[in-house]
């Protein structure tokens, strides 16, 4: 059951006509004020709304079985604002201010700017100028991803919010740390010795991460394309990943030290210089295909809002190095796109093989044993290990044990907006990330971008439904390695 804990916040969502507020922001909304969160909302966008329409809007993003939802609707009020024009501002003041008395909410307020980036400044020097962050309780900021498109843009954008907020009032979603099981990877490391024994280069062979979507562009097309891959996915999503699996356990399991962790972790990526690029990143592009599910998909090309000539890779597989002591020479395969075959995340672990011996040459096609941990669409693990074949004295055969979440009857899994929503609200910005993490990534990241615009790095093609261009398969095959299939806990 996830921990809630009560605290009455106005919550100002910006962006509250946007896509993200309304696939996954009302419901999480829904979610939290069922396990009685108290909370009232204001959207704010440019479009006119009344409360009336606003609340049908939201209404129409809830799912069908949702049960009683008037309650939650009368919540909710919109104030129509251009965050360039800044005497709106002052209405809203007044709202927010009567709000917060007729709710009882104490002050406490939580600005979420669903916005695009290019707001963020603007929106936070607002609210200052209109003396809406001066106020009795906390107050919070949620900001969405990009943070930024280099680590110059990234650092322009953090100093214009902490001219409004300090950094511990400042809450950079990375949604993916909101996923159960991105949160478990602590767990699975720390609370079980018979891993963390062995989690370092003496066992462990390399590590594969994979973010696989069947997904296209859909409606983001102009963010997407002038973006990609490589800071779409791998400057977010996949550094945390990387981090928390190779972070050192922390001196306390409180927020700083583990960020302390992540952060040493991001630090000690080896930079991609120009005359390693080609052997360490790939970058792809998807021409038209067929999905699983047998439909006929074009070419990213082809897609609508997409220039006919985009060299925006809709793929990116990399080869990372941890330089310190527990990783010394462990390569971090990592692999992301878009119109890929399934949708997957996974973490494979691939330990390393026993020595050849002579004496028991029929254990010497003994498999890896590999640790997957399913982050999504099953939510588990599996650990891959060898046996003797049945009823025979010689072979050995791979068998599985495994674990899911989400398929038995252990419960919904809350979804990560919900869980992220709630730590904001109850002010514990563990999987936040924290500035030193996110520019430590985009130093690393424009080292991979300056280094493929210097040796005009190749976009290889791959077909929409598949894993990926075969120069994928090569990064790891020069070291002797291959991707391990994508595999389910059922
Ligand atoms: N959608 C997604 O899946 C994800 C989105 N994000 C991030 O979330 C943020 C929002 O994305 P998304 O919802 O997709 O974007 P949308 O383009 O769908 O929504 C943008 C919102 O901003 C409002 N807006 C635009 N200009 C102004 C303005 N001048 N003043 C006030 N409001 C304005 C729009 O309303 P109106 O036009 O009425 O003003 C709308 O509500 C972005 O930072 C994005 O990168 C991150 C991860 C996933
Ligand atoms: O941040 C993003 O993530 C989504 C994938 O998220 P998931 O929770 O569905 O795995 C991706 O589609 C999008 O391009 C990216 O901006």
Redesign the pocket.
């Known amino acids: 059951m996830m921990e809630i804990q009560k605290q009455p916040t106005l919550i100002f969502m910006f962006g509250a006509t946007g896509d993200l507020a309304r696939r996954k922001l009302y419901p999480a909304f829904y979610q939290l004020y069922q396990k009685n969160q108290d909370f009232a909302v204001i959207g704010l966008a440019r479009r006119p709304h009344t409360h009336e329409s606003y609340r049908r809007l939201i209404s129409d993003t809830l799912p069908e079985q949702s049960g009683e939802r008037k309650g939650f609707l009368d919540r909710f009020y919109y104030l129509s604002l251009d965050i360039e024009h800044p005497e709106n501002f002052g209405v809203l003041k007044e709202l927010s201010d009567r709000l917060d008395k007729q709710y009882l909410l104490q002050g406490n307020r939580i600005f979420y700017l669903s916005l695009a980036p290019r707001f963020f400044g603007l929106a936070a020097k607002n609210l200052k100028n209109a003396g809406l962050t001066e106020t009795s309780g906390w107050k919070h900021l949620i900001i969405e ?2 943070f930024g498109h280099d680590f110059m843009s990234a650092e322009k954008l953090n100093n214009d919010l902490l001219q409004v907020f300090d950094e511990k009032e400042i809450y950079r979603i ?3 740390l909101g ?1 159960e099981m991105v949160q478990n990877i602590e767990a699975l490391r720390f609370a079980n010795p018979i891993f963390e024994s062995v989690w370092n280069h003496r066992y462990i062979s390399n590590v594969q991460i994979t ?1 696989s ?1 069947t ?1 296209g ?2 409606e ?1 097309a102009s ?2 394309d002038q ?1 990609g ?1 490589l800071l ?2 791998v400057q ?2 996949i550094m945390q990943m990387i981090a928390l699996t190779a972070m050192e356990p922390p001196s306390r399991f409180e927020t700083e030290e583990i960020r302390y962790e992540k952060v040493k972790v991001i630090q000690s990526i080896r930079p991609v210089s120009a005359e390693k690029v080609s052997d360490q990143v790939v970058r792809g592009q998807y021409i038209g295909g067929m999905m699983s599910d047998g439909t006929e998909v074009c070419a990213y090309r082809d897609e609508e809002k997409i220039d006919k000539n985009s060299n925006t890779e809709t793929f990116v597989a990399a080869r990372f190095f941890i330089d310190n002591y527990r990783w010394s020479g462990v390569p971090f395969y990592i692999r992301t796109g ?1 119109r890929m075959t399934a ?1 997957s ?1 996974e973490i494979v672990i691939q330990f390393k093989d026993n020595p050849k011996n002579p004496y028991f040459y029929h254990l010497n096609d003994a498999e890896p044993n590999l640790l997957v941990i399913h ?2 669409p099953d939510e588990g693990l599996s650990l891959k290990l060898n046996v003797k074949q049945f009823n025979e004295t010689g072979n050995t055969m791979p068998i599985s044990m495994k674990f899911c979440n989400n398929c038995a009857n252990v419960g919904n899994t809350p979804d ?1 907006y919900e869980r992220l929503l709630a730590d904001c609200l109850k002010g514990d910005s563990t999987n936040f990330t924290r500035w030193d993490e996110v520019a430590y990534s985009w130093s690393l990241m424009d080292s991979i971008v300056a280094s493929w615009s210097e040796k005009q790095l190749p976009l290889d093609r791959y077909e929409a439904g598949s894993m990926g261009p075969v120069s994928a398969n090569e990064l790891l095959a020069k070291d002797g390695f291959h991707w391990w299939p994508l595999t389910r806990t059922e």
Do not use: C, I, S
């Open positions: 991803k990009p990375d949604h993916y996923k973010l979507e997904l562009v859909g983001r963010y997407y973006t891959a779409d996915m977010n999503h878009k949708k995340t982050v999504q990560a």
